[in-house]
C-alpha cells in the first residue's frame, strides 16, 4: 500500500509540473505573438520620425488591447483608494489610465532603440498555474540588453497582462505611487486626482526626460 501511494504521489506531482509547464507555454505564447507584432511596428520606417509618434502609439496601443487587462491594473494602481470613487469615476480612470500606460510603454520601447528580441526561458514555476511570468530579453543597436518582465494572468478570455517590469522599473507599482502621492497631495481628492492624472503624468515623463 505504501508503494501504491509513493506511486500516486509521483504521478499527481508529474502531472502538476507538466500543467505548470503548460500553463507557461500559453502566456508564453500570448506574449510571442505580441512581441512580434511590435517589433514589425517598431521596424516601420514611416514610423520612426518623431512627427509620427501618435500613429506609433496608436498601433502599438491596438496590440496591447487585447493583451493587456486595464481594468484589473489600473484597480490597483488606484489601490485603496478604488473604493473612494463610485463606478463611473473607476471606469474613467481605468481610460485615463490605458493612455498613460500605453504611451509610457511605448516610450521605453522606442527609446531602447529595439533591433531583435528573444523570450527567456522558463524561471522557476510559478506556484499557481493561472499566474505566470514571462521575461523577454531585448537588444538595441548598440549592443545593450535590456529585460522585460511580464506578469500574465489567466482569464477566460485568454492570459492577461497585469504588470511589466520595464528593465527593472516596475510600471504598476511606480504609477501606484504616483496615483497615492497625488491622493495625499490633494487631500485624498480621488476624482481631481483623475482628472489630474494624464496631464501629471506627462509631465512627470517630460521632467524625468530633461533630467537624464
Known amino acids: 500500500m505504501k508503494y501504491i501511494n509513493r506511486c500516486l504521489v509521483l504521478l499527481a506531482l508529474v502531472f502538476a509540473s507538466v500543467s505548470a509547464q503548460a500553463s507557461w507555454e500559453g502566456a508564453r505564447d500570448t506574449i510571442e505573438q505580441a512581441s512580434s507584432q511590435m517589433m514589425t511596428v517598431l521596424e516601420k520606417p514611416s514610423l520612426k520620425a518623431p512627427e509620427q509618434s501618435e500613429e506609433l502609439i496608436a498601433d502599438i496601443e491596438a496590440i496591447l488591447n487585447p493583451v493587456v487587462d486595464f481594468g484589473y491594473v489600473s484597480k490597483r494602481v488606484m489601490g485603496k483608494y478604488y473604493k473612494r470613487v463610485d463606478e463611473k469615476q473607476q471606469a474613467l480612470f481605468s481610460t485615463v489610465f490605458k493612455d498613460t500606460m500605453v504611451r509610457t510603454f511605448a516610450k521605453s520601447l522606442t527609446g531602447f532603440n529595439i533591433v531583435r ?14 499566474k505566470q511570468v514571462v521575461s523577454v530579453y531585448v537588444y538595441a543597436a548598440d549592443g545593450k540588453q535590456y529585460t522585460l518582465v511580464y506578469y500574465m494572468l489567466k482569464q477566460d478570455d485568454g492570459w492577461k497582462l497585469v504588470n511589466v517590469l520595464v528593465d527593472g522599473i516596475n510600471l504598476r507599482l511606480n504609477f501606484k505611487n504616483q496615483f497615492a502621492d497625488m491622493a495625499s497631495r490633494a487631500n485624498g481628492n480621488v476624482k481631481q486626482v483623475i482628472s489630474d492624472w494624464k496631464d501629471a503624468i506627462a509631465s512627470n515623463a517630460s521632467n524625468s526626460s530633461k533630467d537624464s
Open 117 to 130: 528580441y528573444e523570450v527567456a526561458p522558463e524561471g522557476h514555476p510559478s506556484p499557481a498555474e493561472d
